[in-house]
């Protein structure tokens, strides 16, 4: 990672953090162990087009804070399958519930795809499957083949700081 995104990406982890403190403290009607703050530990990934040599194993760190049973807010950097660093700020919206498993789907920004932008950022929407145990958990997350796009299956491990 490029020293220089080091200070910004904490910035902008502070950001999302006060953002997500303020919303949880405007929500009356959610007891205090709806919220969750998760530490989130970049990404394995498996892309069905294999010849084109990608990096499956995307070292990073996030955090992501559940706001209410069917939101989190979610900011983090890993280095991605195209070889470059990447940022990353989502919504994670998950209205179905099925036992500790949600569904739904995550909409944000990222960058450091150059076949996207140029490798600046740009906006995303991916369908997203989370399991929150009480310490542990998982995001499963499928990139779907688009344009210059080839698709992935994407599996994060988190786990709960409080």
Not at 30 to 37: R, V
Not at 70 to 96: C, E, H, K, L
Request: glycine share 10%; charged share 15%.
């Amino acid at each position: 990672m490029r020293r220089h995104s080091l200070p910004a990406l904490r910035g902008l982890c502070v950001l999302v953090l006060a953002w997500a403190g303020g919303a949880w403290a405007q929500e009356v009607s959610e007891t205090p162990t709806d919220q969750a703050l998760w530490l989130n530990l970049g990404a394995l990934t498996y892309h069905p087009n294999q010849s084109q040599g990608y990096n499956e194993n995307n070292s990073g760190l996030g955090l992501e804070y559940r706001l209410k049973p069917d939101t989190s807010v979610m900011a983090g950097s890993f280095y991605n399958s195209v070889y470059r660093n990447t940022n990353y700020v989502a919504v994670n919206w998950q209205p179905i519930a099925l036992g500790d498993w949600k569904l739904g789907l995550a909409m944000g920004v990222m960058n450091g795809y150059p076949a996207v932008e140029n490798g600046g950022y740009f906006v995303a929407a991916l369908p997203m499957a989370s399991y929150e145990g009480k310490r542990f958990g998982v995001n499963l997350s499928l990139i779907p083949s688009v344009a210059q796009i080839d698709g992935a299956l994407v599996v994060q491990v988190k786990f709960r700081l409080f």
